[in-house]
């Protein structure tokens, strides 16, 4: 059986020296260079290092 994927939504995860920071709820369309510029802009309001930027995109898998 074909299994399909209906994405529900999709974050950015900021890691920081010591913890984390996310971004929910963003746009899914948008690209992935957009979102990378989301996430530094978000990054210069952070105290902290942001040592890395990812994007989670949270999806159903759905059997046909």
């Known amino acids: 059986m074909a ?3 209906e994405v529900k939504g999709v974050k950015l995860v900021l890691k ?3 913890g984390s920071q996310t971004v929910s709820n963003c ?3 948008g690209s992935d ?4 510029a989301i996430g530094k802009a978000v990054a210069t309001l952070q105290k ?3 040592t890395s930027i ?4 949270e999806a159903v898998l ?3």
């Open 3 to 5: 299994v399909t994927a």
């Open 16 to 18: 920081l020296e010591k």
């Open 27 to 29: 746009s899914q369309s």
């Open 33 to 36: 260079d957009a979102l990378h």
């Open 48 to 50: 902290e290092q942001v």
């Open 54 to 57: 990812s994007k989670v995109v």
């Open 62 to 64: 759905i059997e046909a």
